[in-house]
């Protein structure tokens, strides 16, 4: 079965530096990967997708996240982080063989200070 | 056009009784799934439909049940509610299968006292 760990439980950065959050799944074959944002008391939203193709993937409010192969990982970066960015950060993968399912990290939380 | 919808966003029930959540996904989208999130287990995959067919279904014990109409909507059943069930219940929409990427509601809270 597919697995997704998400290495930092809570990250803190100022504003305006840079970020990068860590995802490693564990699949046997390349998974469809996400990453998702969730705001205190909201559902989750899509920042970005991989399926294929270049492994540099661009997203929403400036995010962009790099799928290696070699290294089962899926990291999510920022250049320059904004108060704004501060919300929980979840990885997940859709996978499974006989039963695809989406299956989460256990996420982490982003402080941003100003 | 319009986000995934979620009724109701609150919800307090007693042990032993049984709720039903409802979602309405995207105009357009043919696939729902269900999530149940909670602080120890974080996001757990409930199950999958399809133009009305379940597609997948996580480890979660034969009280938690649901359906897809045909014009997409989605209910979701628990019965014989125990204190464990309160969490927050997340529906997600997307085009086609669950793969392409799903875009999710703001969900439900449920409290079970």
């Known amino acids: 079965a597919q697995s997704v760990t998400q290495p930092d439980i809570h990250i803190t950065v100022s504003e305006g530096a840079s970020l990068e959050l860590r995802c490693n799944y564990s699949?046997?074959?390349?998974?469809?990967l996400f990453w998702y944002v969730q705001s205190p008391g909201q559902g989750l939203q899509l920042l970005l997708k991989?399926?294929?193709?270049?492994?540099l993937v661009q997203g929403i409010k400036g995010f962009e996240a790099e799928f290696k192969r070699s290294q089962s990982s899926f990291n999510l970066r920022k250049p320059s982080v904004h108060w704004s960015d501060a919300a929980e950060y979840f990885c997940?993968?859709?996978?499974?063989?006989?039963?695809?399912?989406?299956?989460f990290g256990k996420g982490t939380l982003l402080t941003v200070n100003p | 056009k319009a986000g995934v919808t979620q009724t109701p966003r609150y919800l307090i029930k007693t042990r032993g009784q049984q709720v039903t959540l409802s979602c309405s996904p995207i105009?357009?989208?043919?696939?729902v799934s269900w999530y149940q999130q909670t602080p120890g287990q974080g996001l757990q995959f409930l199950f999958e439909y399809f133009s009305e067919t379940q597609r997948n279904k996580g480890n979660f014990p034969g009280r938690f049940s649901g359906r897809q109409f045909s014009n997409s909507r989605s209910e979701m059943n628990v019965s014989t509610l125990e204190l464990g069930d309160s969490a927050l219940y997340l529906c997600?929409?997307?085009?086609?299968?669950?793969?392409?990427?799903?875009?999710f509601g703001p969900g439900t809270r449920l409290t079970v006292t």
């Open positions: 997600a929409s997307s085009p086609g299968l669950a793969g392409e990427g799903q875009y």
């Open positions: 105009s357009g989208h043919r696939s």
């Open positions: 997940a993968v859709y996978a499974g063989g006989s039963n695809y399912k989406l299956t």
């Open positions: 699949y046997g074959a390349t998974p469809y």
């Open positions: 991989y399926f294929s193709g270049d492994t």
